[in-house]
């Protein structure tokens, strides 16, 4: 019942509003869509001076990039840097359904590749097992410690991006 409750409640945390101000229901958009809200709505738009090297919607600076400390992203930039670096992370999972792939390059946004694909979660689904809520939702430490922030982001992540067949 708890497990159940806890998804219903991250649901609820993402509500979207349209150009003329309406909330729409998040499960209307397209996975992608809807990755992106979710992304954007727990990282939110980093400033280049407090956040060094991260910047955008999380983005941290890659060698080469023209950013700087101080950096003044304007917002549409940083959802076109948010988009691009998404559907890198996707392709790492290609072999996979695009669901599974998409879920995978949410996670890899805010972990990094690397450990998604070291995680139980990435084995799981590799192996065709569909039961990944546990591992999933697992991956809400900060430090070493539970953060609850990071706990109903995967909630959130999970609910609105799993397919569960």
């Given amino acids: ?9 991250a649901l609820l945390t993402v509500t979207v509003g349209n150009a003329a101000g309406r909330k729409i229901n998040i499960m209307n958009l397209p996975p992608f869509e809807r990755a992106v809200i979710i992304i954007k709505k727990f990282e939110t738009l980093h400033d280049s001076r407090r956040h060094w090297p991260y910047l955008g919607y999380g983005h941290r600076k890659l060698p080469g990039e023209k950013y700087y400390k101080g950096y003044r992203m304007s917002e549409k930039e940083a959802d076109a840097l948010l988009r691009k670096d ?7 999972f290609k072999d996979l359904p695009p669901n599974d792939a998409l879920l995978l390059g949410v996670l890899s946004y805010n972990i990094g590749p690397g450990a998604v694909k070291k995680s139980s979660v990435y084995r799981k689904l590799k192996a065709g097992n569909r039961d990944i809520f546990k591992a999933y939702t697992a991956h809400c430490r900060y430090k070493g410690k539970f953060h609850r922030q990071l706990h109903q982001r995967r909630l959130t992540e999970y609910l609105c991006l799993y397919n569960h067949k």
């Fill in 86 to 92: 998404l559907r890198k992370f996707i392709s790492v």
């Fill in 1 to 9: 019942m708890k497990k159940i409750l806890l998804l219903f409640l």
